[in-house]
């Protein structure tokens, strides 16, 4: 166990809704990255979130955006969902930024039908 | 643009063979990192590689990393079915970049 949590872990959701992912970061971690993961692929990098602030970003369109809180967890929300947002999302957190070693929740099956 | 390519992309082994997965990235990085994946599970670091040179082992697995020629390895030594499953190489950089990954299936 990473201590990483993620919710909801699946989701089924209509093409054009939005949709909000969450994540718990590990106990004293302040970083948390967003990885989408489509089926026999490796993840890909959304976004990451440092001390509440976006610290870098992936080739991923503007409906992709997330937040950071105080806590340090973290949402990821989706705009305008296409079929080919159908994915596992994954939460993964770290301390101090991109040096740190990543530690990933057990991620989200999203499925837009 | 930093790559990270990973090959065999599928590997089928008989327990108690040895064989190595290979990592080969574009760009100097960070650090080097090996993670392993269930099928339908998260993601588990194995280990993280800092420095030209490094080799870490746990159990039957063993990583080293080669700054120089940008190249790490992931030995496998006497497989056992517990060992199935997909690996990763992620390189550090901006981000972290992930290879494709090896999926390796140990049979009886």
């Known amino acids: 166990e990473t201590g990483v949590t993620q919710s909801p872990t699946h989701l089924i959701k209509t093409r054009g809704q939005q949709v909000t992912l969450r994540c718990s970061s590990q106990?004293?971690?302040?970083?948390v990255s967003w990885y989408q993961q489509a089926l026999g692929q490796g993840p890909q990098f959304i976004f990451q979130?440092?001390?509440?602030?976006?610290?870098g970003r992936g080739n991923f369109p503007p409906r992709f955006s997330g937040l950071q809180f105080p806590n340090y967890s973290s949402e990821l929300n989706v705009n305008a969902l296409e079929l080919d947002d159908s994915a596992l999302y994954l939460c993964?957190?770290?301390?101090?930024?991109?040096?740190?070693?990543?530690?990933f929740g057990q991620g989200t099956r999203l499925t837009v039908v | 643009e930093l790559k990270v390519e990973q090959n065999p992309l599928f590997l089928s082994m008989q327990e108690g063979k040895n064989y190595t997965i290979y990592c080969n990235y574009s760009t100097t990085s960070d650090r080097l990192y090996w993670y392993r994946q269930d099928p339908g599970k998260s993601l588990e670091s194995l280990f993280v590689l800092l420095s030209n040179g490094a080799v870490k082992q746990e159990g039957r697995l063993m990583a080293s990393l080669d700054t120089k020629a940008r190249l790490s390895t992931l030995h496998i030594t006497a497989a056992v079915h517990d060992l199935s499953a997909t690996y990763f190489c992620v390189v550090s950089r901006n981000d972290m970049r992930f290879g494709a990954g090896t999926r390796l299936t140990v049979k009886p």
């Open positions: 979130y440092y001390r509440e602030e976006e610290n």
């Open positions: 993964a957190s770290s301390l101090d930024g991109r040096q740190g070693e990543a530690f």
């Open positions: 106990s004293g971690h302040n970083t």
